[in-house]
């Protein structure tokens, strides 16, 4: 046990500053080879990560593919931690958390060591932060779900025509309450966690959840009152993936949009950022549906914020909204099921020095939870900008 937590210790030291001097990888020593960590540049072509089907039980942790998942495999994580091992020969590489088209995940990190951390046999187990409750079994590497695209850029907004009516600056109004019902306390819903990558320089990803103000809209909204409460046509271009589509959440075809809203100090320059969609007590809620699948095995969304009644989904492998899509829902008694697996990478006021590393993932329509009252809030970030969420021609695509 005291030669595994030295390994560690000296593993995590680079994560906070310590500079090593690189090494080559056939050199065993006290301290790992440790490289800079820039992505693939274009002499280096996919694949980036080791073949499964000659070792399946890599995602576990199994470096050798000795088909168990021991201390040799730690051993050889120690010599590639920081490193961006090639795929091949696949029974020397510890990149067992690697996720094809998700280059973050090319390196070998501590996200690799828990991978094996939580499936070795042998002597080094490191207790969950909450757990009485079994870690979810790690995925395979990315898969895209049948007749599914692979994820691709998000194309950048594209800015509101000149003719839309400016903002009201008259004083912000308060939206109207809606019944409140009390919310579940049982669930027989099933997800599993999958890892999700934290780039430690952007900051928010290593804050405890409620401390970040990027999955959250922390500073309020206001009820607008002389914008179109309904679908509005922007022009420009449409994302040749499918982005995620409302109407898709209650399933309940092209809902009333009972209220709009502005997000205050959004930076913004669409007029509204925010919607209140009518619906019912108690209706099911389901993650938008999206060809941009972040998650193995039909994984649709990460779950990135969940406290009832606000839910927080993302739509790449990245725990930040400088890409892709991020959707802001409001009025949500979240499953309790999804509630007690996100709280275990999440326990209250815990900051996370090098990302939460593993968050819920629901399925494609898969119900994350039920409606708390008659309104639906529903708001939307593409590359970093929130956006008009009426707009037609991106998420309500067909009415």
């Known amino acids: 046990m005291d030669r595994f937590m030295m390994a560690l210790l000296l593993l995590v030291t680079p994560v906070f500053g310590k500079d090593f001097t690189s090494q080559p990888l056939s050199t065993i020593s006290a301290e790992p080879a440790v490289i800079a960590q820039a992505y693939p540049t274009p002499d280096h072509f996919p694949p980036y990560c080791p073949s499964l089907s000659s070792c399946p039980t890599k995602n576990q942790g199994d470096g050798d593919c000795g088909g168990s998942i021991k201390e040799y495999d730690f051993t050889l994580w120690t010599r590639q931690f920081g490193t961006f091992p090639n795929p091949e020969p696949v029974d020397v590489n510890a990149n067992y958390a690697c996720k094809e088209g998700n280059y973050g995940s090319s390196f070998v990190d501590l996200f690799d060591f828990e991978v094996w951390r939580r499936n070795t046999t042998e002597g080094f187990f490191v207790p969950s932060p909450t757990s009485p409750v079994t870690p979810t079994a790690i995925p395979s590497p990315y898969i895209s ?24 600056t008259s004083t912000p109004s308060s939206p109207t309450p809606t019944t409140i019902a009390s919310c579940p306390t049982t669930s027989t819903e099933t997800y599993r966690s999958e890892i999700i990558i934290c780039h430690t320089e952007t900051v928010q990803c290593t804050l405890a959840d409620t401390d970040r103000n990027d999955i959250r809209l922390v500073n309020g909204y206001d009820s607008v009152s002389n914008q179109t409460k309904g679908l509005v046509d922007y022009s420009g271009d449409i994302d040749n993936v499918l982005p995620p589509q409302f109407a898709t959440i209650l399933n309940q075809g092209l809902p009333i949009v009972s209220n709009v809203y502005k997000v205050r100090t959004d930076g913004s320059p669409y007029p509204i950022t925010l919607i209140g969609l009518q619906t019912t007590l108690g209706s099911v809620v389901r993650p938008p549906n999206s060809d941009h699948y972040p998650a193995a095995n039909g994984g649709q969304a990460f779950v990135v914020y969940a406290h009832t009644p606000y839910l927080t989904l993302r739509y790449t492998g990245e725990d930040d909204i400088i890409s892709g899509y991020i959707v802001y829902l409001e009025g949500v008694c979240v499953d309790p099921n999804l509630q007690a697996l996100y709280d275990q990478s999440n326990p209250a006021g ?5 990302g939460r590393g ?42």
């Open 145 to 168: 779900p049948t007749n599914a695209p692979n994820p691709t850029a998000t194309p950048i907004p594209t800015s509101p025509p000149a003719s839309i009516t400016p903002i009201p």
């Open 358 to 399: 593993y968050l819920p993932v629901p399925l494609r329509q898969q119900k994350i939870g039920t409606m708390q009252g008659s309104e639906l809030k529903v708001g939307i970030r593409d590359t970093g900008q929130l956006m008009d969420p009426r707009a037609r021609k991106d998420w309500w695509q067909g009415y």
């Open 350 to 354: 815990v900051a996370h020095p090098v």
